[in-house]
């Protein structure tokens, strides 16, 4: 029996939690990922780890760098730089010189985060900045790929891999175009089976749709992220694509078509579900998503390029604080929509 | 076991599924905890203006005597719990780690400890102005844990009318049962409180919400209503914060309370379990509130109980009748532990609002390391009210109070749905909290 009055904390109520933390949902992430960075390993071999690696390197040297000592424990141990140079280097093409790859890393927590402020208050996706850097600042790197290799050819590394800084990049020479690329520019398909194994060319995680659906399903499962996002960016893709499918069925893909290639997986699962740059409004989340669906379809039907995730994701960013401005939820006993 | 299929249960929007902790006491039985040597009246342990003491050190007090009488309209009497000698008026700790003035009581311990016997009141025969000095008198406040005096919900403005008494038995606080247990033990005393406020209200009908977790309190219910009286019970989905009233209103009728405004001007009086019991006790016995029923429970108590505990008996002497705490307690609270107040002291005593003492022991709930707000839209999703406390949280530590005001800061309940969904821990309610006070001081938001 204790009649001594113990050593007693004043937290205000609620004492009660529940399970879900920041970090956690971090890991997630990274777990959920997990799948498809081992397939893309599989299939781009010791060149794909090699950028992965550069690229999650620049991420988490730049947190270290420009974080006070103090924080940065903390900071390193939330994951979300090294989930940032992840998803950056699962972005990029697997011939890419290394040193561009933490360069990209390095642009996309210094410019995509620390300058905002750290985590939760940049505007924008920081792997999408850090992918948008490396595009605009090396479009040859950035476009040359490499059709996906086997066993055999596991332990080859890129030629154009080692390039120092600033050189001339040799090419293996063994280059292939994208199945979006063949499509925009050949008018040439990609079998859906390959579209959902990954065995084909392009950006080293993208390219498996069926472990990337598995990854995204688990995140579904433990709640992780929010489910409008990704159902209404592959519900508008399908949706516009159909639509220009059914006009020219010879020159528009079809809708499967439009989901399965290139990073739209990637990028609806992963990229545009980062709360941070997306609205926290459930009825913004639905208007961000048709916006990206319908950018993706326009950029990759008639703009110069044949993928435009990136850009979609980067200008539904832009977006965000005024979708989120505009949807805030009705408050209970109050007539209007607030503010 | 009477349980509706689930497209027949009601419920509100948004809210939260903590895990109840109910089954450690939900099956006990009450019982009368003893006299303990020393008992501590606040003169504020209600809503409102504090109570005026009308004795004076040494007097001699009967069990149920009048010791303080009203210090506004909305305030409410005191009666001693106890027959004994008052032996200080003074500050004496509160929950909340403040102090309070209050009526110290020691127990004559010769005394019978019988309750006086009063001239019955005839509830049939009463003007509403009678029937709300009698509430006022008895000391009745609500019994959920707010302690608001329940006069006031009695005197009801020239031009409305209450058509619906609504009673609050959803009991959606984790780990408290003391409202379960009145359900079950004294279902025949809550109906005859119910027809007492009925009569005098002139109100239609009167529906009692029970959530599905206390399936033996929905059957004892019925099993003692009689088709005849215009009664019924609602069974409700297990959510929380269903007990908050204007929940329990939208879950029950489907109506918004519209902001700024209360129940009564929809006609309906919503009143716990426990005040209605209260008032039944009363009419009925002539006892007024003089003790309550109060759940003790949490890892760090040794004999989780729910027992009848004079108002004014220190915590400490609960605890110890429970068997004690364990070595490793860290925080006492009062109420539940969504909403319940911190105590500091085991001195502090029991009010006429404490519902339960909870009892924790350390855990990653405790001081939890704060992350930054990724946005991730938990909070917009378990707030009741349709707020967006992430906004709130980030303008609140910006002290951009008067910006708050734009974002409905002041509709907020503090029911903490947020905190508890927050995967960041940031104590979002408490920050709303600080702007809130910081609001209603005059001259508030010129930083």
């Not at chain 2, 419920?11 to 019982?31: C, I, M, N, S, Y």
């Not at chain 2, 509403?128 to 008895?138: C, G, P």
């Not at chain 2, 002290?399 to 903490?416: A, T, W």
């Amino acid at each position: 029996m204790s009649t001594e009055d113990p050593r007693l904390l004043l937290q205000a109520a609620p004492l009660l939690k529940q399970q879900l933390t920041t970090r956690s949902a971090m890991l997630d992430v990274l777990l959920a990922l997990l799948p498809a960075t081992l397939a893309g390993l599989w299939f781009f071999g010791l060149s794909g780890l090699l950028v992965l690696s550069a690229s999650i390197l620049g991420s988490i040297m730049t947190e270290w760098f420009f974080t006070p000592e103090e924080t940065r424990r903390q900071r390193l141990l939330d994951g979300s730089g090294f989930l940032t140079g992840l998803l950056l280097g699962l972005t990029l093409p697997s011939s890419l010189p290394l040193w561009m790859a933490f360069v990209g890393g390095a642009v996309g927590i210094g410019l995509g985060k620390l300058i905002w402020g750290g985590l939760g208050q940049n505007l924008f996706n920081p792997s999408l900045v850090g992918r948008a850097f490396l595009q605009a600042t090396f479009p040859n790197a950035m476009t040359t790929w490499t059709p996906a290799g086997g066993p055999g050819d596991f332990f080859q590394v890129h030629a154009s891999n080692l390039a120092l800084p600033f050189m001339h990049v040799d090419y293996d020479g063994v280059s292939s175009a994208t199945p979006l690329g063949l499509m925009k520019f050949e008018y040439q398909d990609t079998s859906l089976s390959n579209l959902l194994i990954g065995n084909i060319s392009g950006c080293i995680g993208e390219t498996s749709g069926l472990l990337l659906l598995l990854g995204g399903v688990y995140m579904l499962w433990r709640r992780v992220i929010d489910w409008r996002i990704p159902a209404s960016i592959l519900l508008s893709v399908a949706l516009f694509s159909s639509v220009l499918y059914a006009f020219g069925p010879d020159r528009y893909p079809g809708p499967l078509f439009s989901i399965l290639a290139g990073s739209l997986l990637i990028g609806a699962f992963y990229m545009a579900t980062d709360p941070v740059s997306s609205p926290i409004t459930p009825r913004g989340a639905w208007i961000f998503g048709v916006g990206i669906g319908l950018l993706v379809v326009l950029i990759r039907i008639f703009g110069g390029f044949p993928e435009g995730v990136m850009f979609a994701i980067l200008l539904m960013n832009a977006a965000t604080p005024l979708i989120d401005r505009y949807t805030q939820p009705r408050v209970f006993g109050r007539g209007g929509a607030g503010r | 076991m009477n349980v509706l299929p689930a497209f027949l249960r009601r419920g509100f929007a948004h809210g939260v599924h903590p895990e109840g902790f109910k089954e450690r006491t939900a099956d006990l039985p009450t019982q009368r905890m003893p006299f303990v040597g020393r008992y501590v009246m606040p003169l504020n342990q209600h809503l409102g203006a504090p109570a005026i003491p009308l004795v004076e050190v040494g007097d001699r007090v009967r069990r149920g005597q009048l010791i303080a009488e009203p210090g506004a309209f909305v305030s409410t009497s005191l009666h001693s719990p106890v027959t004994g000698r008052v032996t200080a008026i003074g500050n004496r700790r509160f929950p909340g780690g403040v102090f309070a003035r209050s009526i110290e009581i020691e127990t004559d311990p010769y005394a019978t400890q019988r309750l006086e016997p009063r001239p019955p009141v005839d509830w049939r025969d009463l003007t509403r102005e009678d029937f709300v000095a009698q509430v006022q008198y008895a000391g009745i406040v609500g019994m959920g844990g707010a302690a608001f005096p329940s006069h006031v919900k009695y005197s009801i403005p020239e031009g409305q009318h209450i058509d619906h008494l609504l009673v609050n038995g959803a009991e959606c606080e984790p780990f408290l049962t003391n409202d379960h247990r009145l359900m079950v033990e004294r279902p025949d005393a809550l109906l005859r409180g119910i027809g007492i406020i009925l009569h005098n209200l002139g109100a239609r009908e009167a529906t009692i919400g029970v959530e599905l977790n206390k399936p033996d309190a929905i059957a004892a219910l019925e099993s003692h209503l009689k088709p005849s009286q215009p009664i019924s019970v609602a069974p409700l989905h297990v959510k929380y914060p269903q007990g908050a009233e204007k929940m329990l209103i939208k879950a029950i009728y489907d109506k918004e309370v519209p902001a700024g405004e209360l129940p009564r001007d929809l006609g309906i009086a919503v009143n716990n379990v426990g005040t209605v019991v209260a008032i039944a006790d009363w009419f009925e016995t002539g006892a007024p509130l003089i003790e309550r029923i109060l759940t003790v429970s949490g890892p760090g108590v040794e004999n989780p109980s729910n027992l009848i505990v004079p108002l004014g008996t220190p915590v400490r002497e609960v605890l110890n009748y429970c068997g004690g705490l364990k070595d490793d307690v860290i925080e006492l609270v009062m109420g539940g532990p969504m909403m319940g107040m911190p105590i500091a002291s085991l001195d502090v005593p029991v009010l006429k609002g404490t519902s339960g003492i909870l009892a924790f022991t350390k855990s990653g709930n405790f001081r939890p390391r704060e992350y930054p707000c990724i946005r991730c839209g938990r909070c917009l999703e378990a707030c009741p009210y349709f707020l967006n406390p992430s906004r709130l949280a980030r303008l609140a530590k910006a002290r951009l109070y008067e910006e708050m005001e734009n974002y409905f800061v002041m509709d907020c309940v503090e029911c903490g749905s947020c905190t508890y969904a927050c995967p960041s821990r940031i104590p979002i309610v408490q920050l709303i909290r600080t702007a809130k006070s910081q609001l209603r001081q005059p001259g508030a938001g010129d930083q």
